[in-house]
């Protein structure tokens, strides 16, 4: 999560720039990350299912 | 080693050691681990017993609100439906009132039939089924031990399944990379699964898997990727979902991958505890505890060194893991997949070059730009000022994060009627939707719904407030907060105890045609030549500065505002114009504060609240321009952290700080006040030199002081990245020359006097 590179001319942030992209678009994936980063203790982001995935 | 235990969270049941197929790829008979060839073929009543008793015990001892539990096997079905049954009741009996219990089983779907379907639909079990792919893939390996090919009854299983969808979990798909990658993916999603996971093949350094090329479980992967993508994600793929997710900062959804404590423990048909599945495929014995569930309780199985090995995160992995640009996602790939003799588990995967390739190629095709900060403008933010284009550059992140919040709010079922208004309004209006979500406060607003401390209904207020900014007509039902109907950016009405009201927008106008009793109390603004700014005394939302916020100004109260205001700008635009271009871009809204019982001034900036400070009535312009630069400080400083990390957020030190000295601060909090006081320090090195401020040099000597003390525990505190270390270099530099200007030497006794009255009462405070 840490982001702390330098480019030359730009420090660059995790935060994708959501601007352009319409509210109704705006992914789980990308607000979740938003969220979580902000509100690292809101449980957005909640495993809905084992992990355990070994087939038979 | 001492570390805190992980309780575990999933629990996989074996309840029958055999299976009616003879796939030749099976990790339980083929491989190394051998142990099944001398269990019980089935788990006894009594074994089962003892198991629920002890997850039971676990769920309490631990106060896990939710647990997965999967009935596994051998082929689970093959217990028969009597005695699964009979587990699955203990199981619904002994934990349904102690936690959320998600149940399902995993089979191979040979004994699917419309029988035990009834039996997990009574109980909520749901179902997911092994299939390798079409028929000629699935074939290849999954066969009866005659031969006789499993395709068509394994069909007919998931077809059963499919008209039962709230039982279907999904399809789990072994590859083969001698298989056709787009078959096996079509031939899937034509089922419709609500989830596929495609595992590797289990195998480790001593025996890999077969391998035509390099990354060749990659580039059969990669395929599906591509389809997968190209065909708008049908269905969700628990492999591609998780390397998305932790590529941004999430958790993964598999056990294959990620860096998350293991937290799983298997159940064989004997009672005895047995660690991840996948290790028989290491070596024999290799998932063995020695505990079972007649002596043991899981507690003791969470502190067993093997299961503690698997729950070290990045600090469990091999250097070369480590050093490994994509470990976020891959965390090392499955723990079994790491073992060769004699260096155990201390390897990178077998697969690792086909996890690195996937990784970095699905990393690479779904890449989005993101927020930068300019170089100069981190260097004009660290001197403690920023102009117009570096406060626009936090500002627009600020854009960001609240249409980010505001679709999370957007996902809850109260919030639907305005959301499906403002998605519209987005498509057409983007710049009045923009608007109304610059106002500060819909941040704090949406924040607290994600708390689940606000009303996801309010966002039909501000769906409403967008209406009319846009001039399109809407007809919707508006929430009453605190007792008024809110429009963010154009004022509210009082209407009473209605909770709710239909709200008629046409053309820029609007009202509430049920309550025709409402009174209207517009936003008022603050003017001072070509800035304007919200006097904002009706957002419901504005109760987040630490202060008592003013409830509606009066017409002269409002008049005083506005002289103060213009005024304190003008004092701000002559004598400090260092901060005036960043005030003018960033601060859109005054929030009048109740005066302070104690009298003096008060004032404050709220991380959630960009571009609002927040201020009781100053006792004279000055102050007030002290106060908008002072808090402005904050607004920047917390717009940073939004976007970069300036410290680590683990750091535990806490700190002296002389302007709130009643404990130690952590060292976000200092950064604050450091960042603040130097803008404080720079009021004062300019305000002592205008008569009639006869505090002005003590001020100046104090706060100069201090500050140069708080950068130096800065330095020294060890919890500053790289960047936040530069930026606290930043304000040093700006300090320094300050240090060399002459204060007489009655001021600086002052402020000597002054600092170690501080320090005393901070002292006094914490003890």
């Given amino acids: ?56 | 080693m001492n570390l805190p235990t992980v309780p575990f969270r999933q629990f996989v049941l074996k309840v029958h050691s055999r299976c009616d197929l003879a796939c030749d790829h099976c990790y339980v008979y083929e491989h190394a681990d051998q142990s099944w060839r001398r269990r019980p073929v089935v788990m006894a009543d009594e074994t089962a017993a003892w198991a629920v008793t002890r997850i039971a015990e676990h769920v309490k001892s631990n106060g896990l609100a939710h647990v997965h539990i999967v009935l596994h096997g051998g082929e689970p079905l093959l217990a028969g439906r009597e005695r699964l049954g009979r587990l699955i009741t203990e199981l619904r009996g002994g934990l349904d009132g102690l936690c959320t219990l998600d149940l399902r089983v995993h089979t191979n779907g040979t004994l699917l039939d419309e029988r035990f379907l009834d039996l997990f639909e009574e109980h909520d079990v749901k179902v997911g089924v092994s299939l390798d792919g079409d028929r000629a893939a699935n074939d290849r390996h999954r066969r009866y031990a005659d031969g006789r090919s499993s395709y068509d009854r394994v069909i007919r299983a998931v077809e059963r399944l499919r008209r039962r969808p709230r039982l279907y979990a999904g399809l789990l798909c072994t590859i083969d990379v001698a298989n056709d990658p787009r078959a096996v993916y079509r031939a899937l999603a034509a089922l419709e699964p609500p989830q596929v996971d495609f595992l590797l093949p289990h195998a480790t350094w001593d025996s890999p898997p077969p391998r035509p090329a390099p990354t060749a479980y990659a580039d059969w992967l990669i395929e599906v990727f591509e389809l997968w993508d190209a065909e708008g994600r049908r269905m969700p793929v628990r492999m591609f979902e998780s390397i998305l997710r932790t590529s941004r900062g999430g958790t993964s959804l598999t056990e294959s991958l990620g860096l998350e404590p293991a937290d799983l423990v298997v159940i064989e048909t004997d009672g005895t505890y047995e660690q991840a599945d996948s290790l028989k495929v290491a070596y024999d014995g290799a998932p063995a505890t020695g505990l079972d569930v007649f002596h043991h309780d899981l507690d003791t199985v969470a502190r067993h060194t093997g299961v503690l090995a698997r729950q070290q995160g990045l600090g469990g992995l091999c250097d070369t893991c480590r050093a490994c640009p994509v470990v976020d996602s891959c965390g090392g790939g499955l723990y079994a997949h790491r073992y060769r003799t004699g260096s155990g588990f201390a390897n990178p995967s077998v697969y690792s070059a086909d996890l690195f390739t996937l990784i970095t190629h699905i990393r690479r095709r779904t890449a989005m730009p993101t927020h930068s900060v300019p170089a100069v403008t981190m260097d004009a933010l660290s001197a403690g000022y920023g102009g117009e284009e570096d406060i626009r550059c936090l500002a627009a992140a600020q854009r960001t994060i609240r249409r980010a919040l505001l679709a999370g709010v957007g996902a809850h079922a109260s919030a639907t009627a305005g959301w499906d208004l403002l998605t519209r309004l987005d498509a057409d209006h983007r710049d009045a939707v923009d608007a109304v979500l610059d106002h500060p406060y819909v941040r704090e607003w949406a924040v607290r719904c994600l708390r689940q401390d606000g009303d996801p209904g309010y966002l039909a207020n501000i769906a409403a407030a967008a209406a009319v900014r846009a001039g399109v007509a809407a007809d919707l039902v508006i929430t009453a907060v605190d007792g008024v109907f809110h429009l963010p950016t154009l004022g509210a009405f009082e209407a009473g105890p209605a909770a709710a009201a239909r709200l008629v927008a046409e053309d820029g106008r609007f009202s509430l045609p049920d309550l025709p009793g409402a009174v209207w109390h517009p936003l008022r603004r603050l003017t001072a030549g070509d800035l304007s700014v919200a006097l904002e005394d009706t957002d419901p939302h504005r109760h987040c500065h630490g202060h008592p916020a003013s409830g509606r100004l009066t017409e002269a109260q409002a008049a005083g505002w506005q002289r103060m205001f213009a005024e304190a700008w003008a004092i701000i635009e002559s004598d400090h114009p260092a901060y005036a271009p960043g005030l003018r871009a960033g601060l859109t809204t005054l929030m009048p504060l109740d005066p302070p019982e104690e009298g003096g001034s008060a004032s404050s900036a709220a991380r959630n609240a960009f571009g609002a400070v927040a201020a009781a009535p100053p006792a004279d312009p000055a102050t007030l321009a002290l106060l908008l630069i002072h808090e402005f400080q904050h607004v920047k400083l917390g717009a940073v952290f939004d976007l970069l990390d300036l410290y680590d957020p683990a750091h535990t030190g806490r700190y002296y700080a002389p302007w709130r000295r009643e404990s130690p601060r952590p060292i976000e909090a200092l950064l604050q006040g450091v960042y603040a006081h130097l803008a404080v320090t720079d009021f004062w090195r300019v305000r002592r030199h205008r008569s009639g401020d006869g505090p002005g040099d003590v001020q100046f000597a104090l706060w100069r002081e201090q500050t140069a003390r708080a950068i130096d525990d800065l330095e020294r505190s060890g919890g500053l990245t790289p960047l936040g270390a530069r930026f606290v270099a930043g304000m040093r530099r700006t300090l320094e020359p300050w240090l060399d200007e002459p204060v007489s030497g009655r001021a600086a006794a002052a402020a000597a006097e002054l600092a170690e009255r501080y320090r005393a009462e901070s002292a006094a405070a914490r003890s």
């Avoid at chain 1, 942030?13 to 990308?30: E, G």
């Fill in chain 1, 1 to 56: 999560m840490n982001i702390t590179d330098e480019k030359q001319s730009e420090v660059p942030s995790n935060v994708r720039d959501l601007r352009d992209v319409p509210l109704s678009d705006v992914s789980d994936l990308d607000r979740e990350s938003i969220i979580r980063r902000l509100l690292p203790e809101t449980p957005v982001e909640r495993v809905p299912v084992a992990r355990f995935n070994s087939s038979i």
